[in-house]
């Protein structure tokens, strides 16, 4: 019993947060002068209206998923990762690198650009730990920064030498991957493709890693109470290396996918442009960081921008209205988050006046 009222508490905030959402978008929709019921009928049938729709949805869930986990890995363990967006471009420009100029047969080069995505964005994210852990540098700003780092970098990669020169156009990019190393379509003209298998089986994993493995357990430990932690000898430094890395890691197969399932290159701000990175935070946040509850939080946000277009295409409502909810449902959790933060402060000083008393 108590169980049931612990999930069914834990969904009430994100239920409450998605209908605040949605009311104000509501009231902006009347003021712009369209129909509430008509706009959002036509916000349900831009995302799943049709399986066409339905899988444009998954599609553009998929980033949003694997980098949600990711950050949610990091947070459970009470490391602030926000540097998802440097890992997803790094994790993009090697698995197109590799898929391009390492020799072998399609398959091979499919395999070894997603190992490739992974293990950079996974030491690129280990190394704002590493720096965390070695010097004591703010773990949320050095990984706000290294995003910085991480997108000049691949810009600079493919404006200059890795760019492709053999276009009339142009463009900041490098040249297509060969088609034999494209991640499969999971459905014949359809935009999904088997990212999101890696996606849901990534989602499967985490939630089974953090309920019934020691580690997990560990790292659940470490971000509730971390004295208590190292009281029962969880070495900190060991844990943040490696959910930090696991964590840019999901961010890099993000990447990945985007480059290898949808666009068979990486162009410049392609990868940016969406939001996906933090999407993903959103996502994660919304859920307080629980697998399950990450991915399906990033089909909601993934729901809100394929039906956003929808509703540009068929009323006088603009696009914008999906970003206006988003941005509702991120002041929910910011007010959420920081009502946590000063009633664990003012339990913090109680518990001190009653010590020193």
Do not use: C
């Not at 790094?90 to 395999?111: D, E, F, H, I, R």
């Not at 490696?242 to 399932?261: K, N, R, Y």
């Amino acid at each position: 019993m108590n169980k049931v009222v612990q999930i069914a508490t834990s969904l009430l905030q994100p239920l409450l947060a998605i209908l605040v959402g949605l009311a104000a978008g509501a009231v902006a929709i009347m003021i712009v002068g369209g129909s509430v019921t008509e706009t959002y009928a036509e916000m349900w049938k831009g995302a799943f209206g049709s399986f066409y729709f339905f899988t444009n949805t998954l599609s553009r869930a998929t980033p949003i998923i694997l980098i949600g986990l990711g950050v949610a890995l990091a947070f459970r363990a009470g490391f602030f990762n926000l540097g998802a967006e440097g890992q997803l471009v790094l994790g993009g420009l090697s698995a197109a690198l590799t898929a391009l100029y390492v020799p072998g047969p399609g398959w091979m080069k499919l395999m070894l650009a997603i190992v490739a995505a992974i293990v950079t964005a996974g030491i690129w994210s280990a190394f704002a730990g590493w720096l965390d852990a070695r010097f004591r540098m703010n773990l949320l700003i050095t990984t706000l920064l290294l995003n910085y780092i991480a997108v000049y970098f691949t810009q600079y990669m493919v404006s200059h030498p890795f760019m492709d020169r053999t276009g009339s156009a142009a463009m900041a990019q490098t040249p297509m991957v060969e088609n034999a190393a494209w991640l499969p379509k999971l459905f014949q003209g359809m935009s999904v493709h088997a990212g999101f298998l890696f996606a849901l089986a990534g989602t499967i994993l985490l939630f089974l890693y953090m309920r019934y493995t020691v580690s997990g357990y560990q790292v659940r430990m470490l971000g509730g109470n971390p004295l208590f932690a190292a009281y029962g000898g969880v070495r900190r430094g060991r844990l943040m290396l490696i959910s930090m890395f696991i964590s840019g890691g999901l961010a890099g197969l993000a990447g990945a996918g985007e480059v290898l399932g949808a666009q068979y290159r990486f162009i410049d701000g392609a990868l940016e442009a969406p939001g996906y990175a933090w999407s993903g935070i959103m996502a994660t946040l919304l859920a307080s960081s629980h697998p399950i509850g990450t991915a399906l939080a990033a089909l909601l946000l993934a729901a809100l921008q394929t039906g956003g277009m929808g509703v540009e295409r068929n009323t006088d409502v603009p696009l914008e209205i999906s970003s206006l909810i988003q941005a509702v449902l991120i002041l929910f959790v910011s007010a959420r988050i920081s009502y946590s933060f000063i009633k664990n402060r003012k339990k913090a000083r109680a518990a001190a006046d009653g010590s020193s008393t």
